[in-house]
């Protein structure tokens, strides 16, 4: 080059190319990335996206069930109430509080608490996810007893059979993809455990347990909107 | 030329094949994708040549129909989704974007790798589904046929599809997180070259529309392989449900396939007249426009499916709005041409042909946009010319233009102009004598996916092979030159083209880091104002 | 193959020219702007030609003015190609009352046709010309979609629906049907072949042999071989609503909506009857999926739309002809 392009200025002073012999940084910085923060921000705006795309992957189904019930909204009621509703409320619960661990999980990350604190909170996640998971099991082998699985087994006792076949469908296409994903998320809950027990967090780098708690949280939002879906399709509060 | 030992590049800095197949770097992955989709570009064009020869003839005389129901499917789907969905983002966009913005790297390398091992893991599964005797539902795989009544390997080429498509959502991922937080200072959003905007709006279909793709594939494969009723009237569902999620992501993929190529045309137009483009803000806001309207109009592929008239009257009058950034671009990328100072390089001549074929092409949709018309052209010749303007006729165009334009800066060699511009004749030939003809025996009503046609059709399907000849001979053309440059062409030095950007300030090739240091922006690029020197290297 | 190609299809029904009208306009339009692009272009490639190596363009940024312009002038135009399609799109949508109807089911791979009275055809379809004609049509198995190039008019046939179509032929001649969505191995030997004639002509062929009654007549033999007069008495004592009369009414169904008795809804309820149960019935009455074709189906609504309509003449040709005259 010859001559300063007016669109590009060199900069005053030569940089080495990178290596490890420059300027101190801190280990977890990746070398594409200027400063920490840039690297966070980036890292938090990448989950944040990804979440949308995971918004659009579950709409389908939502576009599904929407289609299904619109067209027999009855026979919707009536296979929605074989479902039980006591499983689906402490599920519903089980997730929200799982949610506020971990949040405290980040929160502990981000103000650098000790790792007993940090690990303690996520241990609390993972186990409250567990425990969700197990519940589904338990909800999932009832319905293979009481031959509601779609296929060639189902059978259907009440007035709208058809309709009561694309439920389940929907029930068990909607809440076992939530279900891989919470076993993802269990997944990653203990790869940060993991980074966690190594000291790796603390105010200056907690990324990764923030970005993890994104994912968590959007797990839970989706079992929120499909609980009452589900579970609670004309169901009316009778007092005694 | 020089024989003294090459500076360090990012060609030559680890050798090996791990130093490529672990490789971080953007541009060594942009390679990896280069090398992939061509191998997937001249299968599927394998596939299209088949599917031409069968249809000199009006008889099925050359492959029984079930074994054309296959071609042209795995045609559609090869091109669809490995070649042109990846093509110019994957390639171009991968090995430009960070250096275009002044950054060292992509948001996240090694997603980016991840992306194109997914890339090639669905490749393998629909390769798989072709070898062991393919899917014949048509890359639009309608059910209930597709669920129910197809004897093929649905589920194996669906799978692979669905894999594929998280490749895509990476892509796109990084390109957004990259444009937003990796500029270099002074790097503002209307200082982006168009070809950042263009990406960037791609980005938005790939995450927006990818995700629903992925969920229809999931439950055509739930319905056949388990027979739960989703889209089968026989086991209580609806198939126009199908079609509404399909093309709820296919229709915005076509802005995926065109818009990049469109980044690319504005960035020729702009570097072969030396003069900024016409109208920057009205440019960028144009890609942002198609793709947002562009979620809007898939009903367009159901006006005969029988939904109702007031449905079909919404999606039209959308369809109509979308072609006006488009036409907005068409008008402007000509009015940069004016008062240019322009050249006659073979990037040159595809912008040339982009802007041609494109508009025909965009302007056949206007046709099908319009309801009444429609009735008559949906699924015959006439959308098949249609889909093949654009697809061919501009995006192809946008990518062997950017090819020609960028191949210095990514090889450091120059490939042979006189070739070249013979080359883009050829193709240029080739594809207007392949499809013209299908817009006339559309309108006479030959449909598509006929292995066998009504005998008075003839005539235009031996133009249409005659041209389909000349164009695969054209394709082939620049893999032998490029090919052959790699060893024996001149080098190209940093700049041949006397062109503005912040990738003609770095070496060709460039070093591993893209830039010694970060680069501080104070204007935007393209400012060729005659007041400077024009600097050649 | 190069002697007597056709470039253009036949005008063979009224809607055609109309439809022409549209595409030369289209074309016009689309025409000249295509040209005045390439002109555009090519004029400024060769004006502009760079003429020494160092030379640049002139720096001009843009213009709201011609912005505007280049926007506001195409989508004007597009509203009118969106005005004129749409009503076009109305008309070919809305078939006019009494239009004579023919039911057709697809199937892999062939057309079955069934008159009113009950001719019955394969890959053939036989019209009159000058007479309004509506075509109901269903799928036994995977979507296909009816096509007439020479008379410009297309629909989807789509499985556990009835799509319609319509035309007024106006040309006596044979003209190609081709299926036109992509339906399995032989979907390009889906074809068949309409005869327009004329109505002296029609009625010659339509008395020429349609053995096996007619639809209505059919559908009443199935209503009472599928018991289906058990339930559905006359005297309004049954355990099924009256039928007689009902057709093309609005019910009130148990679940609160208000449907119209159309084909579609009389054929959900054969195949599944407690999706839309009448108000003031019991959700009773037992399934015919598997019991039924898809013919029979159209056979049923054909009977009890008959239940419907003025006695005497089924539907089928102009004056009514004498349905003394079939065998």
Same mark, same amino acid.
């Given at each position: 080059?010859?001559?300063?392009?007016?669109?590009?200025?060199?900069?005053?002073?030569?940089?080495?190319?990178?290596?490890?012999?420059?300027?101190?940084?801190?280990?977890?910085?990746?070398?594409?990335?200027?400063?920490?923060?840039?690297?966070?921000?980036?890292?938090?705006?990448?989950?944040?996206?990804?979440?949308?795309?995971?918004?659009?992957?579950?709409?389908?189904?939502?576009?599904?069930?929407?289609?299904?019930?619109?067209?027999?909204?009855?026979?919707? /009621?009536?296979?929605?109430?074989?479902?039980?509703?006591?499983?689906?409320?402490?599920?519903?619960?089980?997730?929200?509080?799982?949610?506020?661990?971990?949040?405290?999980?980040?929160?502990?990350?981000?103000?650098?608490?000790?790792?007993?604190?940090?690990?303690?909170?996520?241990?609390?996640?993972?186990?409250?996810?567990?425990?969700?998971?197990?519940?589904?099991?338990?909800?999932?082998?009832?319905?293979?007893?009481?031959?509601?699985?779609?296929?060639?087994?189902?059978?259907?006792?009440?007035?709208?059979?058809?309709?009561?076949? /694309?439920?389940?469908?929907?029930?068990?296409?909607?809440?076992?993809?939530?279900?891989?994903?919470?076993?993802?998320?269990?997944?990653?809950?203990?790869?940060?455990?993991?980074?966690?027990?190594?000291?790796?967090?603390?105010?200056?780098?907690?990324?990764?347990?923030?970005?993890?708690?994104?994912?968590?949280?959007?797990?839970?939002?989706?079992?929120?909107?499909?609980?009452?879906?589900?579970?609670?399709?004309?169901?009316?509060?009778?007092?005694? | 030329?020089?024989?003294?030992?090459?500076?360090?590049?990012?060609?030559?800095?680890?050798?090996?094949?791990?130093?490529?197949?672990?490789?971080?770097?953007?541009?060594?992955?942009?390679?990896?994708?280069?090398?992939?989709?061509?191998?997937?570009?001249?299968?599927?064009?394998?596939?299209?040549?088949?599917?031409?020869?069968?249809?000199?003839?009006?008889?099925?005389?050359?492959?029984?129909?079930?074994?054309?129901?296959?071609?042209?499917?795995?045609?559609?789907?090869?091109?669809?989704?490995?070649?042109?969905?990846?093509?110019?983002?994957?390639?171009?966009?991968?090995?430009?974007?960070?250096?275009?913005?002044?950054?060292?790297?992509?948001?996240?390398?090694?997603?980016?790798?991840?992306?194109?091992?997914?890339?090639?893991?669905?490749?393998?599964?629909?390769?798989?589904?072709?070898?062991?005797?393919?899917?014949?539902?048509?890359?639009?795989?309608?059910?209930?046929?597709?669920?129910?009544?197809?004897?093929?390997?649905?589920?194996?080429?669906?799978?692979?599809?669905?894999?594929?498509?998280?490749?895509?959502?990476?892509?796109?991922?990084?390109?957004?997180?990259?444009?937003?937080?990796?500029?270099?200072?002074?790097?503002?959003?209307?200082?982006?070259?168009?070809?950042?905007?263009?990406?960037?709006?791609?980005?938005?279909?790939?995450?927006?529309?990818?995700?629903?793709?992925?969920?229809?594939?999931?439950?055509?494969?739930?319905?056949?392989?388990?027979?739960?009723?989703?889209?089968?009237?026989?086991?209580?569902?609806?198939?126009?449900?199908?079609?509404?999620?399909?093309?709820?992501?296919?229709?915005?993929?076509?802005?995926?396939?065109?818009?990049?190529?469109?980044?690319?045309?504005?960035?020729?137009?702009?570097?072969?007249?030396?003069?900024?483009?016409?109208?920057?803000?009205?440019?960028?806001?144009?890609?942002?426009?198609?793709?947002?309207?562009?979620?809007?109009?898939?009903?367009?592929?159901?006006?005969?499916?029988?939904?109702?008239?007031?449905?079909?009257?919404?999606?039209?009058?959308?369809?109509?709005?979308?072609?006006?950034?488009?036409?907005?671009?068409?008008?402007?990328?000509?009015?940069?041409?004016?008062?240019?100072?322009?050249?006659?390089?073979?990037?040159?001549?595809?912008?040339?042909?982009?802007?041609?074929?494109?508009?025909?092409?965009?302007?056949?949709?206007?046709?099908?946009?319009?309801?009444?018309?429609?009735?008559?052209?949906?699924?015959?010749?006439?959308?098949?010319?249609?889909?093949?303007?654009?697809?061919?006729?501009?995006?192809?165009?946008?990518?062997?233009?950017?090819?020609?334009?960028?191949?210095?800066?990514?090889?450091?060699?120059?490939?042979?102009?006189?070739?070249?511009?013979?080359?883009?004749?050829?193709?240029?030939?080739?594809?207007?004598?392949?499809?013209?003809?299908?817009?006339?025996?559309?309108?006479?009503?030959?449909?598509?996916?006929?292995?066998?046609?009504?005998?008075?059709?003839?005539?235009?399907?031996?133009?249409?092979?005659?041209?389909?000849?000349?164009?695969?001979?054209?394709?082939?053309?620049?893999?032998?030159?490029?090919?052959?440059?790699?060893?024996?062409?001149?080098?190209?030095?940093?700049?041949?083209?006397?062109?503005?950007?912040?990738?003609?300030?770095?070496?060709?090739?460039?070093?591993?880091?893209?830039?010694?240091?970060?680069?501080?922006?104070?204007?935007?690029?393209?400012?060729?104002?005659?007041?400077?020197?024009?600097?050649?290297? | 193959?190069?002697?007597?190609?056709?470039?253009?299809?036949?005008?063979?029904?009224?809607?055609?020219?109309?439809?022409?009208? $549209?595409?030369?306009?289209?074309?016009?339009?689309?025409?000249?702007?295509?040209? $005045?692009?390439?002109?555009?272009?090519?004029?400024?490639?060769?004006?502009?030609?760079?003429?020494?190596?160092?030379?640049?363009?002139?720096?001009?940024?843009?213009?709201?003015?011609?912005?505007?312009?280049?926007?506001?002038?195409?989508?004007?135009?597009?509203?009118?190609?969106?005005?004129?399609?749409?009503?076009?799109?109305? *008309?070919?949508?809305?078939?006019?009352?009494?239009?004579?109807?023919?039911?057709?089911? %697809?199937?892999?791979?062939?057309?079955?046709?069934? *008159?009113?009275?009950?001719?019955?055809?394969?890959?053939?379809? *036989?019209?009159?010309?000058?007479?309004?004609?509506?075509?109901?049509?269903?799928?036994?198995?995977?979507?296909?979609?009816?096509?007439?190039?020479?008379?410009?008019?297309?629909?989807?046939?789509?499985?556990?629906?009835?799509?319609?179509?319509?035309?007024?032929?106006?040309?006596?001649?044979?003209? *190609?049907?081709?299926?036109?969505?992509?339906?399995? =191995?032989?979907?390009?030997?889906?074809?068949?072949?309409?005869?327009?004639?004329?109505?002296?002509?029609?009625?010659?062929?339509?008395?020429?042999?349609?053995?096996?009654? =007619?639809?209505?007549?059919?559908?009443?033999?199935?209503?009472?071989?599928?018991?289906?007069?058990?339930?559905? $008495?006359?005297?309004?004592?049954?355990?099924?609503?009256?039928?007689? %009369?009902?057709?093309?009414?609005?019910?009130?169904?148990?679940?609160?909506?208000?449907?119209?008795?159309?084909?579609?809804?009389?054929?959900?309820?054969?195949?599944?009857?407690?999706?839309?149960?009448?108000?003031?019935?019991?959700?009773?009455?037992?399934?015919?999926?598997? $019991?039924?074709?898809?013919?029979?189906?159209?056979?049923?609504?054909?009977?009890?739309?008959?239940?419907?309509?003025? =006695?005497?003449?089924?539907?089928?040709?102009?004056?009514?002809?004498?349905?003394?005259?079939?065998?």
């Amino acid at each position: 080059m010859s001559e300063a392009h007016p669109g590009y200025q060199p900069p005053p002073v030569a940089i080495h190319p990178p290596g490890h012999g420059h300027t101190p940084h801190h280990p977890y910085l990746q070398h594409h990335f200027d400063n920490m923060e840039q690297q966070a921000e980036a890292s938090t705006l990448g989950m944040w996206t990804f979440l949308v795309t995971e918004i659009m992957f579950f709409g389908g189904l939502f576009m599904a069930y929407l289609v299904y019930r619109w067209q027999s909204p009855l026979g919707f /009621q009536e296979a929605s109430h074989h479902l039980n509703i006591y499983w689906g409320a402490a599920n519903t619960a089980i997730l929200i509080i799982s949610s506020l661990t971990m949040a405290l999980a980040v929160r502990a990350a981000q103000t650098s608490q000790p790792v007993r604190t940090q690990i303690g909170w996520l241990v609390s996640t993972m186990v409250l996810g567990a425990a969700f998971l197990g519940i589904k099991a338990i909800e999932y082998s009832d319905k293979f007893r009481d031959h509601i699985v779609p296929g060639p087994y189902f059978q259907w006792e009440g007035l709208y059979p058809k309709p009561a076949e /694309q439920f389940y469908s929907l029930y068990f296409a909607m809440t076992g993809l939530h279900a891989l994903h919470m076993v993802i998320g269990l997944g990653i809950m203990a790869v940060i455990t993991w980074m966690a027990s190594r000291k790796t967090f603390d105010s200056e780098y907690y990324t990764p347990v923030e970005v993890a708690g994104l994912y968590w949280h959007f797990v839970d939002i989706v079992w929120i909107f499909l609980f009452p879906l589900l579970y609670l399709i004309g169901r009316h509060y009778h007092a005694a | 030329m020089e024989t003294t030992a090459a500076p360090l590049n990012y060609l030559n800095n680890g050798h090996g094949l791990a130093s490529w197949l672990l490789t971080r770097d953007h541009k060594r992955i942009a390679l990896l994708y280069l090398w992939s989709i061509t191998v997937f570009f001249f299968l599927g064009g394998f596939f299209a040549l088949m599917i031409r020869l069968e249809l000199l003839t009006p008889a099925a005389d050359m492959v029984q129909p079930e074994t054309y129901n296959k071609l042209f499917t795995m045609h559609g789907v090869v091109m669809v989704f490995f070649f042109l969905i990846p093509s110019i983002p994957a390639v171009l966009g991968n090995f430009l974007l960070p250096i275009m913005i002044g950054a060292k790297d992509l948001a996240f390398p090694r997603i980016n790798l991840l992306s194109w091992y997914i890339y090639i893991l669905g490749g393998m599964f629909t390769l798989v589904a072709a070898i062991t005797g393919g899917v014949d539902t048509g890359w639009t795989f309608y059910a209930p046929y597709s669920t129910s009544a197809s004897n093929s390997h649905v589920i194996t080429a669906g799978v692979g599809i669905f894999i594929t498509g998280f490749s895509s959502i990476l892509t796109g991922l990084n390109f957004i997180v990259t444009t937003h937080r990796m500029r270099a200072p002074g790097m503002t959003w209307f200082r982006l070259p168009l070809f950042v905007w263009a990406h960037y709006a791609t980005s938005l279909i790939m995450i927006l529309g990818t995700p629903v793709i992925a969920i229809t594939v999931l439950l055509v494969a739930v319905e056949r392989g388990l027979h739960l009723g989703i889209f089968d009237p026989a086991l209580g569902g609806d198939p126009v449900l199908f079609q509404h999620l399909f093309w709820f992501y296919s229709h915005p993929a076509v802005y995926i396939m065109i818009l990049p190529a469109m980044g690319v045309v504005a960035e020729l137009v702009q570097a072969f007249s030396r003069k900024n483009i016409f109208g920057y803000t009205f440019v960028a806001f144009s890609s942002l426009a198609i793709a947002i309207i562009g979620f809007l109009v898939w009903g367009h592929h159901l006006f005969v499916a029988g939904q109702s008239t007031y449905a079909g009257l919404v999606f039209s009058i959308i369809s109509f709005f979308v072609a006006i950034p488009s036409a907005v671009k068409v008008f402007n990328w000509t009015a940069t041409i004016y008062k240019g100072s322009v050249s006659w390089d073979s990037p040159m001549l595809y912008a040339f042909g982009f802007i041609g074929l494109f508009s025909i092409g965009g302007l056949t949709g206007l046709f099908l946009a319009t309801l009444g018309m429609d009735i008559h052209m949906h699924d015959t010749y006439f959308i098949i010319a249609h889909f093949h303007y654009v697809m061919v006729g501009g995006a192809i165009f946008g990518y062997l233009g950017g090819m020609h334009y960028w191949w210095p800066k990514i090889t450091g060699r120059m490939y042979p102009e006189g070739w070249a511009r013979f080359a883009a004749l050829n193709i240029f030939v080739g594809f207007n004598l392949t499809f013209f003809p299908q817009f006339i025996v559309g309108y006479l009503g030959m449909p598509r996916r006929y292995a066998m046609y009504a005998p008075e059709f003839q005539i235009y399907n031996v133009l249409s092979t005659a041209g389909a000849t000349i164009l695969g001979i054209g394709y082939l053309i620049p893999m032998d030159y490029f090919t052959w440059s790699l060893k024996y062409a001149p080098l190209a030095g940093d700049n041949p083209w006397g062109a503005r950007g912040l990738e003609w300030e770095i070496p060709s090739p460039p070093p591993t880091e893209n830039f010694t240091a970060t680069p501080i922006v104070t204007e935007g690029t393209h400012q060729y104002a005659p007041s400077r020197e024009v600097g050649i290297v | 193959m190069f002697t007597n190609f056709p470039f253009f299809p036949q005008q063979a029904s009224e809607q055609a020219a109309q439809i022409d009208a $549209l595409y030369f306009f289209l074309i016009a339009v689309t025409g000249f702007f295509a040209v $005045l692009i390439a002109v555009l272009v090519s004029v400024f490639a060769v004006k502009f030609h760079r003429r020494h190596g160092d030379e640049v363009g002139v720096a001009i940024h843009g213009s709201l003015a011609l912005e505007l312009l280049w926007t506001i002038i195409p989508l004007g135009i597009c509203m009118v190609m969106f005005v004129w399609g749409a009503q076009v799109f109305f *008309h070919m949508t809305r078939p006019p009352k009494g239009a004579m109807e023919i039911y057709v089911v %697809g199937k892999q791979w062939m057309w079955k046709a069934q *008159h009113r009275d009950g001719a019955r055809e394969i890959n053939e379809l *036989h019209v009159p010309i000058g007479r309004p004609v509506k075509l109901v049509m269903g799928s036994e198995d995977v979507i296909h979609s009816f096509f007439i190039p020479d008379f410009r008019v297309k629909a989807d046939v789509i499985p556990g629906r009835y799509n319609t179509l319509w035309f007024t032929a106006s040309k006596p001649g044979k003209y *190609h049907i081709f299926c036109t969505q992509y339906c399995g =191995t032989k979907h390009s030997a889906m074809i068949g072949t309409v005869t327009a004639m004329d109505p002296s002509d029609y009625q010659v062929w339509l008395s020429g042999g349609a053995g096996g009654g =007619t639809m209505a007549e059919n559908g009443a033999k199935l209503f009472a071989d599928l018991s289906c007069n058990t339930c559905h $008495l006359e005297n309004g004592q049954g355990r099924g609503p009256v039928l007689k %009369g009902l057709y093309g009414k609005q019910v009130l169904t148990t679940g609160g909506q208000i449907v119209t008795m159309d084909d579609a809804y009389i054929r959900e309820s054969v195949l599944q009857p407690q999706a839309k149960v009448v108000s003031g019935f019991q959700p009773i009455m037992p399934t015919f999926q598997g $019991l039924v074709t898809e013919e029979q189906l159209l056979q049923l609504i054909a009977y009890i739309k008959s239940l419907s309509e003025p =006695t005497s003449s089924a539907g089928t040709g102009t004056p009514a002809p004498d349905a003394t005259v079939k065998k």
